[in-house]
T-cell receptor, first 113, second 111 residues
């Protein structure tokens, strides 16, 4: 199984809503990542989890809150988002923090109204 | 057909021709590079990688060339097919598990 799955595929939310994005992998990978991708732009790193601990936060606003409940799951909790937060949110994983090859999920396309 | 990365973000090639997608990376300390393919509505898909101690690596129909002197990376796709139409990103790594993606090049294959 070399798949990273993400749910939901699409999400529409208002600026006062609270929602969560979910990511799952069963490859035994110990590093997981959240990226944000705007249309026609490259992915931008948001967070890195290594062995279920947050190791990198790329100065992401606090309205984005990551969580890693276990080695297979990664969540991104969303609260009080702005319309400019509308984007494709990608999850990725790698075998461990020192193995660089990352495998991406299909993404969640988020629209904030 | 050939792109020059940042200066020509779109590339159109005839089916069956070879494609060359270029990338100018930013950090001379980068020691690992990946090419990703991203189709519309999907996440990036790993194509091929290369480490800085190599200057060429071949896969199935794809070849990556690395020129560290001028900080240039290229992806060559042989006998381009319609299914190769996508955006191609190069990504460089110099700090553990952090990757930095290039601007991307959109490849369109004309049947």
């Amino acid at each position: 199984d070399t798949e990273v799955t993400q749910t939901p595929k699409h999400l529409v939310m208002g600026m006062t809503n609270k929602k969560s994005l979910k990511c799952e992998q069963h490859m035994g990978h110990r590093a997981m990542y959240w990226y944000k991708q705007k249309a026609k732009k490259p992915p931008e790193l948001m967070f890195v989890y290594s062995y279920e601990k947050l190791s990198i936060n790329e100065s992401v606003p606090s309205r984005f809150s990551p969580e890693c409940p276990n080695s297979s799951l990664l969540n991104l909790h969303l609260h009080a988002l702005q319309p400019e937060d509308s984007a494709l949110y990608l999850c990725a994983s790698s075998q461990d923090p020192d193995t660089e090859t990352q495998y991406f999920g299909p993404g969640t396309r988020l629209l904030v109204l | 057909g050939e792109s020059v990365g940042l200066h020509l973000p779109t590339l159109s090639v005839q089916e069956g021709d070879n494609s060359i997608i270029n990338c100018a990376y930013s950090n001379s300390a980068s020691d690992y590079f990946i090419w990703y393919k991203q189709e519309s509505g999907k996440g990036p898909q790993f194509i091929i990688d290369i480490r800085s101690n190599m200057d060429k690596r071949q896969g199935q129909r794809v070849t990556v060339l690395l020129n560290k002197t001028v900080k240039h990376l290229s992806l060559q796709i042989a006998a381009t097919q319609p299914g190769d139409s996508a955006v191609y990103f190069c990504a460089e790594n110099w700090a553990g598990n952090q990757f930095y993606f290039g601007t991307g090049t959109s490849l369109t294959v004309i049947p």
